[in-house]
C-alpha cells in the first residue's frame, strides 16, 4: 500500500516551536539497518520506549515520519495529569479489584514518571510541579470535583477541596464554583521534553531517524521489515508502533480505532507583572469539568495559554477567527487581560478511543501498538513507554497496564465528522456554566 503524507498542521507557528530547546541532530534514513526493536514515532511513547529498552541493552532503532515531537507531543498544553479518564473507583468496578488497582496504581504514577526521567537525566525542560486545579463550572461538576478529590484520596495522595473564593484566589477567576487539586500534578515545556527525551535515548545508545516516514512493514524470517521510502529500511525482531493521534495506513485499520480530534491553543505576549500575578499565581495547571473542556495554564516566559474544541479540519494559520471562540474564552475567564494581544495559535490531534481507555494491540507475532490517551498523554505515553520496554525485554504480559486487544474500527468513521459535529454541538448547549 502506498502511504501518503497526511497534510497536517505545521508545528512551527506554536508557542512551543518557539521556545523550546534546538533538537538534537538527527539525518533522515537511506540505508539498511538490523536493530533488536524499530519503533515508529517519535513522540513520548515511542521515545521512552526506546531510552527505557536501550537502557537494559537493547539496540534500538526509531523511525519518525517528520521531526521529533510533531505529533500531539510538541504540540500539547504541557500539563502533566496524572489519572485516565476514569475515576479510581469506577476502574476497580469496571476490571475488579486486582487489575482494576494495577491499572489506578498505574494511572497514578504517570505524572512521577515525567518528573523522574527530568531529575534523572538532568533534562533541559522548563517545569513545574505545583499541582492541577480542576474547576467546577456547574453545581454538578462540584459534586463531580468532591468525589474525585474523595476517589483518589482514598488512594492516598492528598488532595484538596477548594470553596468558590480559594478557587477565585488560586486560578484568578471567579467564574467557578469550585474546585479540586491534585498535588502530583504539574507543566512542562512539551517540546523540550520530547527532544530531551530523545536526546537521551540518543546518549543511551538509541539511533534516531527524522523525516523517514515508514511506508511498509513486511514479515521477512521471524522478524520484520519497515521500509522508508526506496532506500531506507531497518530489519527487527520486533516492531512497535506509536502513531497515536498521527497514525497513517502503514497498519490497516489502526488509523480508523480513534478519532482524531483537533484540540486548538492560543497563547497571550507575556503578562506585565500585576495581572500574571493573578492568574494561577501559586503556579497550578488547570483544566475545567466540562465535556468541551478549556485548559490554561502561564508557561514559562509569563504567558497565559488557552486550549480547547476546534473544527474537525486542519485550520489555515492565516485565519485568526478560527481560534476566536478561545480568544473569546480568555476574556470571559481573565478580564483582567483585555488589551493583551495574542501571539500564538496552533492545534494538533488528540487520539480519543471508544472506550476512553488507551489501547494497545499485538495484531501479529513481534507487533506491539499503542494508540489513545483522550488528551492526557504526557504521563501516560512516558509511563507507557516504561511499560512496553519492561514487557519487550521479559516478556511479562503483567507489566502491561491494559490487555492487548483486537483493533476495532470505530462505527461509522466514514461519517465522523458529521457525527463529532452533533455531538459538539449537543455539548455546546449542555455544558453550562461560563
Ligand atoms: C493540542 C493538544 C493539547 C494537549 N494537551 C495535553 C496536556 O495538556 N496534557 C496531556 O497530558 N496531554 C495533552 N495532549 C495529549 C498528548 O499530547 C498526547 O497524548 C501525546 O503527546 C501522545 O504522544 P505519542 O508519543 O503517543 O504520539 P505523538 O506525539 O502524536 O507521536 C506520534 C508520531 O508518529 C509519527 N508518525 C506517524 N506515522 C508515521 C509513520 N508512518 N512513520 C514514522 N512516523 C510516523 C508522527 O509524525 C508523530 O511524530 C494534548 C494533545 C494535543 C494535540
Same mark, same amino acid.
Request: charged share 30%; hydrophobic share 20%; proline share 4%.
Given at each position: 500500500m502506498l502511504i501518503m503524507s497526511p497534510n497536517y498542521f505545521p508545528l512551527q507557528p506554536s508557542l512551543w516551536a518557539a521556545t523550546a530547546v534546538a533538537p538534537p541532530p538527527s539525518t533522515s534514513l537511506n540505508e539498511r539497518l538490523k536493530a533488536d526493536v524499530v519503533i515508529i514515532g517519535a513522540g513520548y511513547c515511542g521515545l521512552s520506549t526506546a531510552l527505557h529498552l536501550a537502557e537494559q541493552g537493547v539496540n534500538v532503532v526509531v523511525l519518525e515520519a517528520e521531526e521529533v515531537g510533531f505529533g500531539g507531543s510538541g504540540r500539547n498544553g504541557g500539563q502533566v495529569i496524572p489519572g485516565l479518564k476514569f475515576d479510581p473507583s469506577e476502574l476497580l468496578k469496571q476490571f475488579g479489584e486486582k487489575r482494576g488497582q494495577e491499572l489506578v496504581d498505574f494511572a497514578g504514577s504517570t505524572a512521577d514518571a515525567v518528573f523522574d526521567l527530568i531529575d534523572r537525566h538532568g533534562l533541559d525542560v522548563p517545569h513545574v510541579r505545583k499541582g492541577w486545579i480542576q474547576g467546577a463550572h456547574t453545581t454538578d461538576a462540584l459534586k463531580l470535583a468532591e468525589r474525585r478529590a474523595k476517589d483518589w484520596a482514598a488512594q492516598g495522595v492528598a488532595t484538596r477541596l477548594l470553596d468558590r473564593d480559594e478557587t477565585a484566589r488560586l486560578l484568578g477567576t471567579s467564574k467557578y464554583y469550585g474546585s479540586w487539586v491534585d498535588p502530583r500534578a504539574g507543566g512542562v515545556q512539551p517540546l523540550s521534553y520530547a527532544r530531551e527525551l530523545a536526546r537521551a535515548a540518543i546518549g543511551a545508545g538509541v539511533r534516531l531517524f527524522t523525516?523517514?516516514?515508514?511506508t511498509g512493514l513486511e514479515r521477512v524470517g521471524q522478524g520484520w521489515r519497515a521500509a522508508v521510502g526506496a532506500a531506507g529500511q531497518v530489519d527487527a525482531e520486533r516492531v512497535v508502533i506509536c502513531?497515536?493521534?498521527?497514525?497513517? $495506513?502503514?497498519?490497516?485499520?489502526l488509523r480508523k480505532s480513534i478519532i482524531n480530534a483537533n484540540s486548538f491553543q492560543v497563547a497571550t505576549a507575556p503578562l506585565p507583572e500585576s495581572v500574571r500575578s493573578s492568574i494561577l499565581p501559586e503556579g497550578h495547571v488547570s483544566s475545567d469539568a466540562r465535556n468541551l473542556l478549556l485548559y490554561y495554564r502561564i508557561d514559562h516566559t509569563g504567558r497565559l495559554l488557552m486550549g480547547g474544541r476546534g473544527t474537525f479540519q486542519e485550520p489555515d494559520p492565516t485565519r485568526v477567527d478560527h481560534w476566536s471562540h478561545l480568544e473569546a474564552a480568555v476574556a470571559k475567564l481573565f478580564p483582567q487581560t483585555a488589551g493583551i494581544p495574542f501571539e500564538y495559535r496552533w492545534c494538533g490531534h488528540v487520539a480519543v478511543t471508544r472506550d476512553y481507555l488507551p489501547h494497545l494491540h499485538e495484531p501479529a507475532p513481534g507487533v506491539l501498538i499503542d494508540i489513545g490517551?483522550?488528551?492526557?498523554?504526557?504521563g501516560l505515553q512516558t509511563r507507557m513507554g516504561q511499560a512496553m520496554a519492561r514487557y519487550l525485554v521479559?516478556? $511479562?504480559?503483567?507489566?502491561?497496564p491494559v490487555v492487548p486487544s483486537g483493533i476495532h474500527t470505530f462505527p461509522l468513521y466514514g461519517l465522523r465528522r458529521l457525527y463529532i459535529s452533533a455531538v459538539i454541538g449537543w455539548y455546546r448547549l449542555t455544558d453550562g456554566g461560563v
Open positions: 523525516r523517514s516516514r515508514v502513531t497515536n493521534g498521527y497514525s497513517d $495506513d502503514l497498519w490497516p485499520d490517551c483522550q488528551g492526557r498523554g504526557v521479559t516478556g $511479562d504480559r503483567d507489566a502491561l
